[in-house]
């Protein structure tokens, strides 16, 4: 089942912070990050394994919160280059599920 | 550093044809997996391999068939083309035969019947 993520998008000026959640309906063990520009591949951010990690990746980490099924990641002094579709994506077994996108446009 | 390679970047194919995107990847991954995109849309799952002669289906898997002979290459057939499958077409692999590893994925290809 796929992972519900929200927002859908995200308006930002450079500088500023924002959350994206990933929650699911099923018992999570691994949640993926990717970030994809428009017109190419996705780009692999990070994996939080365990509940309660934390990771981070230049200014942009994020949390799995293993009792509440969802994991979020902040983006914090958000620059131009953070501008894109971030997917989060969720394992079970050797399927993994990626929810429908959040959408963050970084403005000048 | 190849990576993930794919072929074609581009098609367009007549209802009913019939074609096969190929991949390839130069890591000595185990998994490999087909995923597709439709426009504004995330990725869905349409096949996976966790080695050399074992596939699986993923979530769309239906209008598909994939087959691994070799650790290197994990090509999608399209058995009947059909307007529905126009689409951005992913591949991607990771080291190990499990799903908590990055995956690398290839830079598309982009699918059109008409």
């Known amino acids: 089942q796929q992972p519900v993520q929200s927002p859908q998008a995200v308006i930002l000026r450079e500088g500023e912070d924002a959350v994206i959640n990933c929650s699911s309906s099923k018992a999570l063990y691994s949640v993926h990050w990717y970030r994809q520009k428009h017109g190419e591949a996705p780009v692999f951010l990070m994996i939080?394994?365990?509940?309660?990690e934390q990771k981070g990746h230049d200014k942009i980490s994020a949390s799995f919160n293993e009792k509440k099924q969802q994991s979020s990641l902040y983006l914090t002094a958000s620059q131009l280059s953070y501008s894109g579709t971030y997917f989060c994506?969720?394992?079970?077994?050797?399927?993994?599920?990626f929810g429908g996108g959040t959408r963050v446009l970084v403005k000048p | 550093n190849a990576g993930v390679t794919q072929t074609p970047k581009f098609q367009v194919l007549k209802t009913g044809q019939s074609m096969t995107l190929q991949c390839a990847q130069d890591m000595n991954h185990e998994y490999m997996s087909w995923y597709r995109q439709d426009p504004g849309m995330g990725l869905r799952l349409i096949h996976y391999s966790v080695g050399a002669g074992i596939t699986d289906q993923g979530e769309v898997p239906n209008g598909y068939n994939v087959s691994r002979s070799t650790t290197e290459d994990f090509p999608l057939r399209l058995l009947s083309a059909a307007p529905s499958q126009t689409s951005v077409y992913f591949c991607?692999?990771?080291?190990?035969?499990?799903?908590?590893?990055?995956?690398?994925f290839g830079e598309g290809s982009w699918l059109t019947v008409v």
């Open positions: 994506g969720t394992a079970a077994g050797n399927k993994l599920t």
């Open positions: 991607a692999s990771s080291y190990g035969g499990q799903v908590g590893n990055t995956i690398y």
């Open positions: 939080l394994l365990k509940g309660g």
